[in-house]
């Protein structure tokens, strides 16, 4: 084997290993901060605006706090009359752990913290809490089934605000519509926010991000805490909060264009975005605005069925082109099979069939490389003390024979994006959080519990190392029987679904490396 072979298996290595390192440390790197963008001049002759967050106290002491629970087959959520927000969102098809006893997800705490989706109106700078009245204390509704929740309110300065939320079994969605009118005999200036606030603003443990995040047009921006304030307007597609697998989204709808928006992260444990509509309502004159609420799993299919580039929310990272396609697929055999592993095996077994055309160019080219040791042996002792005309023959002798001396690394470099596309599904895709495969392997998105699959799959890429032709340099030889062993490590901690996709390529590897060798002696 060429040197440049074993240097191209060495550098594949190195980039696997250290794949989610460079994730964690450079994918969407802080930036350096920047002035602070105003979203909207303030209307002239009115003070400047305050900092985001900035209103007046939440609730009158005279008021008293109305809660409203909705109940449908997929969350039971419960709202609060103060702003007409979300207080309470548990996710009834997912669990915290795997464990049998282990609670519902809660998005409240977890996604956001306190209130969400809360409707203020600015006054002058000013954020006002809106009262609300709703109009039950309790909604359930069965399979297509749909149900209205009505909040009505008026604020400090005399203008009516309704809100209307609509409810549909068997959806994530929630459709919001917003009205205000001026009670007033004066003309009113304002804007009405919709605010969502969240917590810890940055990257988790595992190096993926939580809290803010915008969609604008085709660019998706992740706002963490050393980075400056963005706002604009007129090209938001949705913003929203997020974690590795859940989001709480709004996205604007009518009118088109007349939405302003700011993400705001004072400090690591606080941010909130705003979706702001401006106002400018004569005494009598009425405004509305409509948007769609999101508030659940960060599901592939699910999310693009929606038509907003939710979707794009998925961390799917630098192979994502690759990433969707695996998961649509492992998401298709799952459906009709009902078991992930099954189906991270299938997909396994389609890559293999793939590549094979490839794998056997390059075992081939390895065989005659190997065959062609000692001619190359002759080569560079003769033309030891010219290396020019050293490559000069060597490259005569591949071209003699036909053989491509990198053509032997090319399966290894090619499975690497493959490799890490899969990687990302694993890590990322809620379809295969706490998805089982079968006896010990409870989660393919963790690790082996007990490393039994990281040992198989050690073995059996030793079995393969001792069947691939190598040189004659046992220096080179042995450096690549050490791969199994640095590759045993590397995956002990990785996703388990990861770890049996390698295990099930270097038994497919095997085979075929024992059929194409085969195949010239019989011939």
Known sequence: MDKRVIIAVVISVIIIFFYPYFLNKYVNPPKAKAPVKAAVPAPSGAPARQAVGAHLPAVPEVSKEELTTVDTPLFRAVFTNIGGAIKSFELKKYMESIEKNSPTVNLSGMVYRGAAFKTLVDTNGVKEDVIFKPSASNISI??????????????????????????????????????????????????????????????????????????????????????????GDGTLRWLGLEDKYFLSAVVPGAPANGFTWTSNVPSENESDVTLEFPLSLAPGAKAAFSCNIFSGPKEYDLLVKQGSGLEEAIQFGVFSFIAKPFLV???????????????IILLTVIIKVIFYP??????TSMRKMQKMQPQMAAIKEKYKNDKEKMNRELMELYKRHQINPVSGCLPMILQIPVFIALYEVLYVSIDLRHAPFFLWIRDL???????????????????????????????????????????????????????????VNNLLQIAQQYFIQRAPAKA
């Open 142 to 231: 069965a399979d297509n089934q749909r149900a209205e929740l009505l909040f009505v309110g008026t604020t400090r300065e005399g203008v009516r605000v309704e809100k209307k939320l609509v409810f549909t079994a068997n959806s994530y969605i929630i459709s919001a519509e917003t009205s205000l009118t001026n009670g007033t005999q004066t003309a009113f200036n304002g804007k009405a926010d919709t605010l969502l606030t969240g917590g810890f603003a940055g990257k988790d443990k595992t190096g993926y991000h939580v809290g803010p995040l915008i969609y604008t047009k085709n660019k998706l921006f992740r706002h963490s805490v050393k980075e400056y304030q963005p706002s």
């Open 445 to 503: 998105s963790d690790k082996d519990p007990y490393y039994i699959s990281p040992l198989l799959m050690g073995a059996t890429m030793f079995v393969q190392q001792k069947m691939t032709p190598t040189s004659a340099d046992p220096t080179q030889a042995k450096v690549m029987l050490i791969m199994p062993i640095i590759f045993t490590y590397m995956f002990l901690k990785f996703p388990s679904g990861l770890v049996v996709y390698w295990l």
């Open 358 to 363: 490839l794998t056997k160019h390059s075992l």
């Open 329 to 343: 697929v492992l998401n298709f055999f799952e459906r009709y099979i009902g078991n992930y592993g099954i189906a």
